[in-house]
C-alpha cells in the first residue's frame, strides 16, 4: 500500500471519533444510504483490516467526503479504525489476514462459479422478483411468518445447494488430507467451516447487502436491519458423526439466514423460545413464543439474532446448513448510549412493562373507590 494516503495532511483523532487533516471530521450517525462505496479488494493484500470493513464505513463518512478519491477516505478511515482497535485486535485481524491468504493460497475450489454473485443461478425466481420490486407487499407475498419475528420462504435453488454443498466437502476433504487447522464457525459447533475464510467473503457481502438488508429494513428496523453492514458467513454440519445437535442460544448478529442445503436426514428441528435482551435471556418462555420448525433444502428462515433458538438431534443421515450472521456497527455502537434499559423488541422487558402498567391502573382504580368510600379493605 506504498504512497496510499501519504499526501495528505497528519491525521490525528480524538476520543469523539473526530479525525483532523486540515478540518475536523466526524462520523455520521447514520450512514448514507444511497452512496455507493468504493471498492477496496484490490488492495486486501496492503490493508490493516477487511476490504469489505472499508466500503462499509465509508458510507459513515460525512456528505463532503464521499467524492474524495478513494486514496483521501482510506487515509481517514484507516486512522479512525487504529484509534478504536487495541494492539490486541490489530494483531488478532492480521493473524486472521494471514490465516485466509495461506488457505486461499492452497486450496483449490471445485466450483468457482460459487465464489461471484450469480443471482439468476443462485436463488428461485419469487425471492428474485420480490427483491426488485423491493417493497413489503413485494416481502409479504413470498413468506410465511408462523411465529412472531420468525418468517420462512423459498430462497435457493437446488442446483446452488448441491454445489455448495459438494464444495464444503471438498472443502473438509482438502483440511482431512492436509492436516491442516482451520478455525470452526463458532465456539458451539465442533464441524462445518467459516465460508469467508476460504475466498467467499465478497459473495456473501453481496448476499447481505443486496438481498438480505433490503428485507431486515422492512422486518427489524428496530434492531439495525437497515445499517446491516458487517457478516459472518459460515456452514454447520449435523450428523451422526457430526454435531448431533445444538444447544439453546442466542447468535452474535443482529439479524440470522439460516438455509438448509440438504441432503438426505431425519430429525434436526430448529426450535424458537422469544426474543430477549441480554437482561433477559434467561428468562422463562411464555407459550405462544414456542415455535419448531423442520428444515427443507432451499429455505431459508430470517430472524432476530436475539431470538433464543436451538437445534434439536440430527437421528440419521447428514444435514449441513448455510448460516449468515448479519451485524450493524452503527446499531451496536449506538446500544453503547441506550438510556432506556427497556428493549422495544424483547418479549420479557414488553411483558414487564405490561404488568407494571396493569398494576399502575389497578393501584389507581382502588384508589379512587377509596376516595369515594366505596372500598373497604
Known amino acids: 500500500m506504498s504512497g496510499i494516503g501519504n499526501e495528505q495532511a497528519p491525521f490525528t483523532a480524538n476520543g469523539n471519533g473526530v479525525v483532523s487533516g486540515h478540518e475536523t471530521i466526524r462520523l455520521r450517525v447514520k450512514p448514507s444510504k444511497d452512496h455507493k462505496p468504493d471498492s477496496y479488494e484490490d488492495l486486501q493484500q496492503h490493508l490493516e483490516f477487511s476490504p469489505l470493513l472499508f466500503s462499509s464505513l465509508e458510507r459513515y463518512l460525512p456528505q463532503s467526503m464521499l467524492n474524495d478519491t478513494r486514496e483521501s477516505k482510506l487515509g481517514y478511515m484507516s486512522t479512525i479504525l487504529r484509534r478504536y482497535s487495541s494492539n490486541g485486535e490489530r494483531l488478532r485481524v492480521h493473524r486472521h489476514k494471514e490465516y485466509k491468504q495461506k488457505i486461499m493460497a492452497n486450496y483449490q475450489p471445485l466450483h468457482r462459479e460459487l465464489y461471484a454473485m450469480h443471482a439468476e443461478n443462485f436463488f428461485v425466481p419469487s425471492f428474485l422478483r420480490a427483491i426488485s420490486e423491493n417493497t413489503e407487499e413485494s416481502f409479504r407475498s413470498m413468506i410465511i411468518e408462523p411465529s412472531q419475528g420468525v418468517y420462512i420462504f423459498e430462497m435457493l435453488q437446488p442446483r446452488f445447494c448441491e454445489l455448495l454443498f459438494d464444495e464444503v466437502e471438498n472443502f ?11 478455525m470452526r464457525p463458532n465456539t458451539m459447533n465442533k464441524y462445518g467451516a467459516v465460508l469467508d475464510d476460504f475466498g467467499m467473503e465478497s459473495m456473501l457481502d453481496k448476499l447481505m447487502n443486496e438481498f438480505i438488508r433490503p428485507m431486515s429494513k422492512v422486518f427489524f428496523s428496530d434492531v439495525g436491519g437497515s445499517s446491516l453492514d458487517l457478516h459472518h458467513g459460515f456452514v454447520v454440519e449435523y450428523g451422526m458423526d457430526r454435531d448431533v445437535e445444538l444447544g439453546f442460544h442466542v447468535d452474535d448478529s443482529e439479524v440470522t439466514l439460516n438455509v ?65 450472521w448479519c451485524r450493524s456497527s452503527g446499531y451496536r455502537e449506538l446500544k453503547k448510549y441506550q438510556k432506556d434499559a427497556c428493549s422495544s423488541w424483547c418479549g420479557e422487558c414488553q411483558r414487564q412493562k405490561k404488568e407494571r402498567h396493569r398494576r399502575t391502573i389497578t393501584e389507581t382504580k382502588l384508589e379512587i373507590l377509596k376516595r369515594n368510600g366505596k372500598f373497604t379493605a
Open 172 to 182: 473438509e476433504r482438502w483440511v482431512h488430507d492436509t492436516k491442516f487447522r482451520i
Open 260 to 324: 438448509c442445503l440438504g441432503k438426505q436426514f431425519s430429525g434436526g428441528e430448529l426450535f424458537f423460545r422469544g426474543v430477549r435482551c441480554e437482561q433477559h435471556v434467561n428468562s422463562e418462555t411464555q407459550p405462544e413464543e414456542s415455535f419448531d420448525y423442520s428444515h427443507v433444502p432451499g429455505r431459508a428462515v430470517l430472524h432476530r439474532g436475539r431470538h433464543r433458538h436451538g437445534a434439536r438431534a440430527t437421528t440419521s443421515g447428514n444435514r449441513i446448513n448455510l448460516i449468515l
